[in-house]
């Protein structure tokens, strides 16, 4: 736009380009390309960090995930064998309990025969 304005003041003037000392600016397109290189490689490290994190925390889900399962199962089998050992001390118990019975009921049952036959002896039946 500004090189078409330029050029009607020259044909309106009836001077040339010619007629103006030859300057050349150059303008660098650097700046502006180098600040989005640089805006492109921030987004870049950002989208990368961002990746980082989301899969830190995936991972640090599935290690909590993991940690409640070894909990949850560790509590089943702790509840199971502390089920079983109670289990086994009533089986414990029970017999020695039949057995204490069975011996007392037995030695009373051997006193009572050994009386028996020391009156039968004494007595003469």
């Given at each position: 736009?500004?090189?078409?304005?330029?050029?009607e003041?020259l044909?309106?003037?009836?001077?040339?380009?010619?007629?103006?000392?030859?300057?050349?600016?150059?303008?660098?397109?650097?700046?502006?390309?180098?600040?989005?290189k640089?805006?492109?490689e921030?987004?870049?490290?950002?989208?990368?960090?961002?990746?980082?994190?989301?899969e830190?925390?995936?991972?640090?889900?599935?290690?909590?995930?993991?940690?409640?399962?070894?909990?949850?199962?560790?509590?089943?089998?702790?509840?199971?064998m502390?089920?079983d050992?109670t289990?086994k001390?009533?089986?414990?118990t029970?017999?020695?309990?039949?057995?204490?019975?069975?011996?007392?009921?037995?030695?009373?049952?051997?006193?009572?025969?050994?009386?028996?036959?020391?009156?039968n002896?004494?007595?003469?039946?």
């Amino acid at each position: 736009m500004h090189a078409s304005r330029l050029g009607e003041l020259l044909i309106s003037s009836g001077k040339t380009a010619r007629s103006f000392p030859l300057r050349r600016a150059f303008v660098s397109a650097s700046p502006r390309p180098l600040q989005g290189k640089e805006e492109a490689e921030q987004c870049q490290k950002v989208k990368e960090a961002a990746e980082a994190v989301k899969e830190g925390a995936k991972q640090v889900k599935e290690t909590t995930e993991y940690i409640q399962d070894v909990a949850s199962t560790t509590a089943g089998r702790v509840t199971k064998m502390t089920k079983d050992v109670t289990e086994k001390v009533t089986e414990t118990t029970d017999t020695i309990t039949e057995k204490a019975k069975g011996s007392v009921s037995g030695v009373l049952g051997t006193a009572k025969n050994a009386t028996d036959i020391i009156k039968n002896k004494i007595l003469g039946d």
